[in-house]
């Protein structure tokens, strides 16, 4: 079955980095584009970053472009969120999704925590 | 592409129906045919689950009792027969544009 694993959140104070990782198992990864979508404590969620199945394409949220950026490395079935500049309201739950071109993010990761605090 | 939810909350009595409204600031009709609109519910602590994909089609083992309508910029979840278990929040997406976005989410209580 598909299996989403979130790794890498953490605290870290304004201004430093983060690289956020995604294990992808039960599909083959190389056939499918990704999503990072996030959700502040209390809030609806918001896609910040998306990438295609070959890692040939990329689109932004305007909140995070020029600052996140995302990757994957297909042989070893990972996509990645690097974490630039970041600022307290980058706090939130970072989740990874599978998508597909009928049923977009049909699979969701538990999530991995990021705090943006000094 | 602005999505804009409503009601932000219900709360439904048992066994009635619940309708949750979603429009989009811009036509979701692809010119291949398909309207890229799709339902999550999150339910507490759990990370949301896809519903409903082209408006109107049920993902994987979601039951029956969900349904969704609409066309271009209007569209509405429906979920009859209301259980406890649907509690959660509910968010409409559009598929149209990269990166996608989400409503605002409606929250579901139940009376």
């Known amino acids: 079955q598909v299996q989403l694993v979130e790794s890498g959140g953490g605290v870290v104070p304004p201004g430093r980095s983060l690289r956020l990782s995604c294990a992808a198992s039960?599909?083959?990864?190389?056939?499918?584009?990704m999503h990072w979508v996030r959700q502040a404590p209390g809030s609806g969620l918001e896609s910040v970053a998306v990438?295609?199945?070959?890692?040939?394409?990329?689109y932004y949220a305007d909140s995070v472009k020029g600052r996140f950026t995302v990757s994957r490395d297909n042989s070893r079935t990972t996509l990645f969120l690097v974490m630039n500049s970041l600022r307290r309201d980058d706090t939130a739950m970072y989740f990874c999704?599978?998508?597909?071109?009928?049923?977009?993010?049909?699979?969701w990761g538990l999530g991995t925590l990021v705090s943006v605090s000094s | 592409i602005v999505m804009t939810q409503s009601p932000l909350s219900l709360s439904v009595t048992p066994g009635q129906s619940a309708f949750i409204s979603c429009k989009s600031s811009?036509?979701?009709?692809?010119?291949?045919?398909?309207?890229?609109l799709y339902w999550f519910l999150q339910k507490s602590g759990q990370s949301p689950k896809l519903l409903i994909y082209?408006?109107?089609s049920r993902f994987s083992g979601v039951p029956d009792r969900f349904s969704g309508s609409g066309s271009g910029t209007d569209f509405t979840l429906t979920i009859s027969r209301v259980e406890a278990e649907d509690v959660g929040v509910y968010y409409c997406?559009?598929?149209?544009?990269?990166?996608?976005?989400f409503g605002q989410g409606t929250k579901l209580e139940i009376k």
């Open positions: 039960g599909f083959i990864f190389s056939n499918y584009g």
């Open positions: 999704a599978k998508d597909d071109k009928l049923t977009p993010l049909d699979y």
């Open positions: 997406m559009q598929g149209i544009e990269l990166p996608h976005t």
């Open positions: 082209e408006v109107s």
């Open positions: 811009e036509s979701l009709l692809h010119t291949d045919g398909p309207t890229f």
């Open positions: 990438i295609s199945h070959d890692g040939s394409r990329t």
